[in-house]
Every structure is written in structure tokens, then in C-alpha cells.
């Protein structure tokens, strides 16, 4: 069956000596992989259009059966650049930035899940990212959306067993345990007062008016640490429990 999307290349594997595989977060389709014949080689026809960010309108061949093996994997056909984002790769500084956000949509979005949609959340912070990447807050409200979008958000608020009051988080239940509810369990971290207020002003932010927020370098550097971890552990997580399904 051929299909037609618009896609964001998140990541090439050359594939034997001129071929490619490209992941690629999809419109329609959520994550999708597509086996890209002779792209390495100079005249090829796909050009620059499997640079990794590049936006385009894509047509690829092939079942849809994520689990299958490589060779059978949609083959693309069509790839005609929308928009490159050629300044987010030009510039490194902006590119490592980028590509730690890419790193953790791979971790946490399962391929061909058409249910959460990632598409325009990546869509918004590239666009903004290329306008300028310095601002941090651009990067930690991707995460904290993706993190909402997966289902994987923190609970910072309130003890995520009884609703009680807490500051102690828990990384292996993802969210503050009072201390009845925790009983002899290790607490990973404990929140400042200010983290919280942060993390719900956050979340209910705009995108397109984080140069307008001004917070505490600080709590910045918490907030983020805190999800990293928290992104880290679940991506542990979701590998073991895909090898225990496997063996
Ligand atoms: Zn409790």
C-alpha cells in the first residue's frame, strides 16, 4: 500500500554501502521507518530531503507492521523538502540541544502510535528553536509536553497514593509519597517550594511566550534534572519490560 504524510527526519542508519533507514515522527502515522534506497549515492533523487530535522511530504511503499525485519520495512518513495531546518544542524550548539529533545521522543513514543501526537509539539519547538535555541526553557517545556503527551508526567503536587501532602519524589513510582504512604522506601530527591509553583506555571504556558518567563536559574536547573531522571528511568523501564516480552 503506498502512503502519503508529512514527516520530520529524527535519525538516519546507513544501511549496507549506499542505503538508509529513516525515522522519521510522522503528521499521520506517529514514529515510522522507512528503508530509503541509495540515498549516499550523489545523484540520488531524495537530495538533501534525509538530513536529519528535515521536514517534508513523504510516500513510502510497504506493510505496516512495525515488528517486521528490516528489509521488509516500507520502503520510501517520495521526499520533497517542506522545510529543511538546515540553521538548527549548521549551528552545533542548537544541534546538541536538538538532539537530546529527539533522543528522548525515541525513548518514550512508541513506533506507529497514532494516539499521542507528538507531531505538532516538535513542529512548535523547532520552529522556535530556530528563530534562537538559547533559552533552556524551550527544551524543558518539550520535555515536560512529552513527557503529558506519553502519559509518563510526574506527580509533584501530592502524594500519588492518598493525595496528602509531600515534597519527597519517589523516581521508581514517578511522583511525591508522603511519608505514611512511603513507608521504609528511599526518597530520590526532595523538591523545593519553588519547583512545584514552576512545574504548574509551566505547564500551563505557551510555547510561543517562554522568553517571556523569568525564573530562578535554580529551580530551572532542578526542574530539569528531576525530569531527566525521570525520563531516564522510564526509558530503563520500557527496554526491560520490550527484552522480558522477547525472550
Ligand atoms: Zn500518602
Not at 112 to 117: A, F, K, L, S
Given at each position: 500500500m503506498l502512503q502519503r504524510t508529512e514527516g520530520i527526519v529524527l535519525r538516519t542508519i546507513p544501511y549496507g554501502e549506499a542505503d538508509l533507514i529513516a525515522t522519521y515522527l510522522t503528521k499521520d502515522l506517529g514514529i515510522v521507518k522507512v528503508f530509503a534506497k541509495?540515498?549516499?549515492?550523489?545523484?540520488?533523487?531524495f537530495g538533501s530531503s534525509l538530513e536529519p530535522l528535515t521536514f517534508s511530504r513523504i510516500a513510502f511503499w510497504g506493510k505496516?507492521?512495525?515488528?517486521?525485519?528490516r528489509l521488509t520495512q516500507p520502503r520510501l518513495t517520495q521526499a520533497d523538502i517542506v522545510?529543511?531546518?538546515?540553521s538548527l544542524r549548521e549551528s552545533l550548539h542548537c544541534f546538541i540541544r536538538v538532539s537530546e529533545l529527539i533522543e528522548q521522543t525515541l525513548h518514550l513514543v512508541p513506533e506507529?502510535?497514532?494516539?499521542?501526537?507528538v507531531f505538532p509539539l516538535l513542529m512548535n519547538t523547532l520552529a522556535i528553536m530556530e528563530a534562537g535555541?538559547?533559552?533552556?526553557l524551550i527544551g524543558l517545556f518539550y520535555k515536560l509536553k512529552l513527557l503529558e503527551i506519553t502519559g509518563f508526567l510526574p506527580g509533584?503536587?501530592?502524594?500519588?497514593?492518598?493525595?496528602g501532602r509531600s515534597n519527597a519524589f519517589h523516581l521508581s513510582h514517578g511522583t511525591v509519597l508522603c511519608l505514611q504512604c512511603s513507608e521504609d522506601e528511599d526518597i530520590s530527591s526532595r523538591l523545593s517550594p519553588g519547583v512545584t509553583a514552576f512545574y504548574s506555571s509551566l505547564m500551563k504556558w505557551e510555547i510561543s511566550k517562554l522568553d517571556r518567563l523569568k525564573p530562578d536559574e535554580g529551580i530551572v536547573k532542578e526542574l530539569s534534572l528531576l525530569l531527566d531522571e525521570h525520563s531516564r528511568y522510564i526509558t530503563e523501564k520500557n527496554l526491560r519490560s520490550r527484552e522480558f516480552k522477547r525472550t
Open positions: 541509495s540515498p549516499r549515492k550523489t545523484k540520488s533523487r505496516e507492521d512495525a515488528a517486521l525485519p522545510h529543511p531546518f538546515s506507529r502510535d497514532t494516539g499521542r501526537n535555541c538559547r533559552n533552556p509533584l503536587h501530592s502524594c500519588g497514593r492518598c493525595g
